[in-house]
């Protein structure tokens, strides 16, 4: 999963959670029990395994929210703009979650009101249907179904949708379907269908069937037991057929969910209202409380904590979709009573890494050296420590279905660091002074973040050499194969809950590109073959067991990286609105329960 480019950079930096913006703050200050609660349980929830929804559940309308009452408009107070608004270009997590106001796909995400998670149909009757362990998935559009013009989607619908992301213009969302159909690791998918659907040819019935107006059939060459949770991702959601204008639909999309977009202008402002043509027996998971949101973007996470946090006029309909509490004023928020009870708390899916160039620094003794020398706890602490982060022992999050808490190379234990155990192992492979260019970006907490690590690594007896690269085009510059760097930092979410979207993308070898996620460019034999070992494997338990021994030999043989800290994150919100949940899946305030009290 990838966020915003203002959140992945300052994840480079160590100084935010998730998709605010560079707080620059230090410590997290007093310790509140209760906040800590509301995060383990939301992590326990998603840990359970996650169900896929019969028809039963998948029909509308949704579980009704307690007290809930219709009117009003709602304040957003967003740091980031959108950037893309056409399904099959969205990847990012504050896009994905407007996307749950304004889109649909054949699937979704249900979170009932004991906090268990359900996948459902949402265009589609149930959550699909294989009758052959996951090669092929069957899927019936519900009746009632409209775009925002009143037309019905019908499966041209959705064999559109998915043959329009083969074409060259669709660059910036997920790829796991178009793999999957052509069979396919890496980046050769587009020669399936090179042009899309736009000059007349069509993907083969012996791949995408939609026989009638109802059905869509996948045939997948090899199973994928994972497909319910695929087709839930924003990135695939449904796109109207018959007003596609290709690359212009990225600003104008046709909604499909319970609003529509009234007026955007990018790095402003963006007004929701009703969409009429929604209806809610259709939809088992989403509500249309509100009757519109006006969102605000370039509000920093201090700026809108401060707003909430004062609760004065508009601030008490207020809250913020993505951004959340700031470091510097997360000890007053969790002090107060009655400003903590106006918040949420949750774990992300995003596992922060210190990334080791293996095409430059190809002694695994250096890279062990490396990993134990790092101090992981100058991450946590940037982060807003206890209420921000969590250490990690590895790279899969505790977010993760059938996660298994583990420490194999002691950071969770010792997230200072051990520079005397580094320089030992540099000495005995004769490799002291090894020279280490660390590239960081230059934000003030970038700064103070690189001096912690760059200052551990000489002690570790490395010859350090900090490069200063730019917060708009770090992820750029670092995701170039041929960088000149040797360390640098990123972060990584799954875009379900389940490890197969955390190792394929970020330690297959065969996606090395550039701006591919592999950014240590890992190209292990074991690690290539085991990614298709498991990936065959159809139960879900045994799966994610494969998957976290997998894990164990990445961090402690390979060590491509060394991960720093599990994301977490506190949101508040104004007095007035209510319905106000935290969303381990879209990894923030649940958009589809909001409602304003009288």
């Known amino acids: 999963m990838r966020r915003t480019r203002a959140a992945m950079v300052a994840v480079a930096a160590g100084a935010l959670v998730l998709t605010a913006c560079s707080s620059g703050g230090g410590g997290g200050g007093t310790e509140n029990k209760d906040a800590k609660d509301k995060q383990s349980k939301s992590a326990q929830d998603l840990q359970a395994q996650i169900t896929f929804g019969d028809a039963a559940a998948s029909t509308g309308p949704a579980e009704e929210v307690p007290g809930a009452t219709p009117g009003g408009t709602l304040n957003a107070l967003e740091l980031n703009s959108y950037t893309h608004l056409d399904p ?3 990847y990012v997590s504050n896009e994905g979650q407007l996307a749950t106001l304004i889109h649909r796909g054949l699937t979704t995400y249900k979170l009932d009101s004991k906090g268990k998670y359900t996948v459902v149909g949402d265009l589609a009757t149930d959550s699909g249907q294989s009758p052959d362990g996951g090669k092929t998935w069957k899927f019936q559009l519900k009746d009632g179904i409209k775009w925002e013009d009143g037309a019905p989607i019908t499966s041209k619908d959705i064999r559109w949708s998915v043959e329009r992301l083969f074409a060259p213009f669709v660059t910036n969302g997920p790829a796991y379907l178009q793999q999957w159909l052509a069979d396919t690791a890496g980046s050769d998918y587009r020669k399936l269908l090179p042009d899309g659907p736009y000059k007349g040819k069509h993907l083969p019935d012996t791949l995408l069937e939609t026989p009638d107006d109802k059905t869509i059939i996948f045939h997948f060459p090899t199973a994928q037991p994972d497909a319910p949770y695929l087709f839930a991702m924003p990135g695939y959601s449904v796109v109207d057929s018959a007003k596609d204008t290709k690359e212009k639909y990225d600003k104008a999309p046709v909604a499909a ?13 963006m007004t929701l ?7 809610p027996k259709t939809d088992a998971a989403r509500h249309q409380y509100v009757d519109g949101y006006n969102i605000t973007f370039n509000i920093t996470e201090e700026d809108s904590t401060k707003r909430l946090m004062s609760d004065a006029g508009d601030n008490q309909s207020s809250l913020s979709f993505s951004n959340a509490v700031d470091t510097d004023n997360t000890p007053k928020v969790v002090g107060t009573p009655s400003i903590y009870k106006r918040t949420v708390a949750g774990y992300q899916p995003f596992v922060g890494q210190i990334n080791f160039n293996m095409l430059k620094i190809k002694d695994v003794k250096v890279r062990k050296a490396l990993a134990l020398a790092i101090p992981t706890k100058s991450v946590w602490q940037a982060l807003g420590a206890t209420y921000g982060a969590e250490y ?4 899969l999050s505790p977010s993760l279905a059938g996660y298994k808490k583990a420490d194999p190379l002691g950071k969770v234990a010792h997230p200072e660091g051990d520079q005397v155990a580094a320089k030992k192992l540099l000495t005995e492979a004769g490799k002291l002074n090894t020279k280490i260019t ?5 934000t ?12 551990a690594l000489k002690k570790a007896g490395f010859d350090v050499q900090r490069k200063e690269l730019p917060s708009d085009t770090y992820y750029d510059l670092v995701g170039k194969v041929d960088n000149p760097y040797d360390i640098y930092a990123s972060a990584w979410g ?3 809950p389940s490890t197969l979207t955390v190792i394929p993308p970020v330690f297959d070898g065969r996606t090395i590109a550039d701006q591919a996620s592999n950014y240590s460019h890992v190209n292990d034999p074991k690690i290539n073959s085991e990614i298709d070992r498991i990936k065959t494997i159809t139960d879900p338990v045994k799966a994610a067991d494969e998957w976290f021994k997998l894990n164990t030999y990445i961090v402690t043989e390979v060590v491509p990286a060394v991960p720093t800290v599990y994301y977490k994150q506190l949101q508040i919100f104004g007095s007035k609105v209510g319905g106000v949940v935290y969303n381990n899946v879209t990894a923030g305030v649940d958009l589809t329960k909001l409602y304003l009290k009288k």
């Open 257 to 269: 969910g319970p609003y529509k977009i009234k007026s955007f202008v990018s790095g402003k402002s």
């Open 444 to 455: 003030p907490a970038g700064q103070e973040y690189s001096v912690a690590i760059a200052a």
């Open 88 to 90: 099959g270009q969205i």
């Open 392 to 395: 990690a022992g590895g790279f």
């Open 494 to 496: 799954a875009d379900w």
């Open 273 to 279: 209202v009703k969409n009429t043509n929604w209806d």
């Open 438 to 442: 660390y590239a960081y970006i230059n």
